[in-house]
């Protein structure tokens, strides 16, 4: 008889914290916004004892400041934020590709790849470049996660949801990223290789272009402060 699986069901705790926390990621909250507690209860629809303890959550992940009597405070993200958070993903993201083609990935590990880059590709023809985005950060999330690092992991998804801001906001006045997702494809056949050097310089090269894509990007536009 197959085992019954039961489905956790979310907290109002977790579920405030994580719609309060995609508002902020998505640029629905601006940086420098301010808020007072029972304003942010009433945007999520929610109690303030939930609401509070997402608030204390999220400010302890450095998104957000919590200001005593005033609620809370988007903090901005600067252009020099961007570069060092850009310089540390690059090295981190790297390391991932290394120890993926070392360790080998499964096929089912590789396949899932390979329909990020589909879907990347597809995203693409369409012209969603929002599409296009969360395809690629499911590639980078399985990367990082496929090289069973924990704190690695740990480490690039707080600088990930960090830059998430930047990434979003730029998305429409960057170049094509065709570039991106040739890089994509390479980085999976070096990986399915086993080539651990040619992993890492692939990744390494492709993270440190895109970050300057994205600073040049930010200082071309005025864009001093996210």
């Known amino acids: ?26 640029n629905e909250l601006h940086a420098g916004q301010q808020m007072i507690e029972a304003e942010v209860s009433e945007l999520l629809n929610m ?12 400010a302890n992940e450095g998104l957000i400041e919590l200001i005593p009597r005033h609620g809370m405070r988007i903090k901005p993200i600067s252009v020099i934020d961007m570069q060092e958070i850009y310089e540390i993903l690059t090295g981190l993201e790297a390391t991932a590709a290394t120890l993926c083609a070392q ?8 396949t899932l790849m390979r329909d990020a880059v589909d879907d990347m590709d597809k995203a693409l023809l369409k012209d969603d470049l929002k599409e296009w985005a969360h395809a690629d950060e ?24 960090q830059s998430h801001r ?15 997702n040739k890089d994509h494809l390479d980085l999976v056949l070096a990986i399915e290789a086993q080539d651990a050097e040619k992993a890492r310089l692939i990744h390494h090269n ?19 402060n996210l």
């Open 1 to 26: 008889m197959a085992a019954k699986i039961t489905k956790v069901k979310e907290s109002l705790s977790d579920k405030a914290y994580r719609q309060l926390k995609a508002k902020i990621l998505d």
């Open 47 to 58: 109690s303030r004892t939930p609401t509070r303890e997402a608030m204390l959550k999220i």
């Open 103 to 110: 360790k080998g990935l499964t096929q089912a590990q590789l």
């Open 138 to 161: 499911r590639f980078h999330r399985y990367l990082v996660e496929f090289s069973n690092n924990k704190r690695l992991q740990a480490l690039v998804s707080n600088f990930i949801e």
């Open 166 to 180: 930047a990434r979003m906001l730029t998305l429409k006045i960057r170049p094509r990223p065709t570039n991106s």
């Open 206 to 224: 492709h993270r440190d272009a895109s970050g300057k894509t994205l600073i040049a990007l930010l200082k071309d536009f005025g864009l001093n």
